[in-house]
């Protein structure tokens, strides 16, 4: 079974920055395209950022210019730097796998991790 557990979440004022963390248990990186998703309370899950198998990057347009996803070369964890931040991207975030980067397109598997919760508040 498929294990993702992200990290590196909290509070930060307006304008500030955030790097998440996601780290995964298997190949689950290295076969599939993955994505960071976030809930806000109230809203439908959404993706905000994907990165493909090759390392092709794409963003929702809410937060471009602003979030940057990666990986290490190990393909074990994946990260979302979170720059400039605002209220509105207050959510709980998670990984998962996604089905394309361009156009950025969901496909997350059963297996959600706990998410980290981002709070953006002054």
């Known amino acids: 079974q498929v294990q993702l557990v992200e990290s590196g979440g909290g509070l930060v004022q307006p304008g500030g920055s955030l790097r998440l963390s996601c780290a995964a248990s298997g190949s689950i990186f290295t076969l599939n395209a993955m994505g960071w998703y976030r809930q806000a309370p109230g809203k439908e899950r959404e993706l905000v950022a994907g990165i493909s198998r090759l390392g092709i990057q794409n963003y929702a347009d809410s937060v471009k210019g602003r979030f940057t996803i990666s990986r290490n070369i190990a393909k074990t964890t994946i990260y979302l730097q979170m720059n400039s931040l605002k209220p509105e991207d207050t959510a709980i975030y998670y990984c998962?796998?996604?089905?394309?980067?361009?156009?950025?397109?969901?496909?997350?598997?059963?297996?959600w991790g706990q998410g980290t919760q981002v709070t953006v508040s002054s």
């Open positions: 998962n796998t996604i089905r394309t980067t361009r156009p950025l397109a969901g496909r997350p598997n059963d297996y």
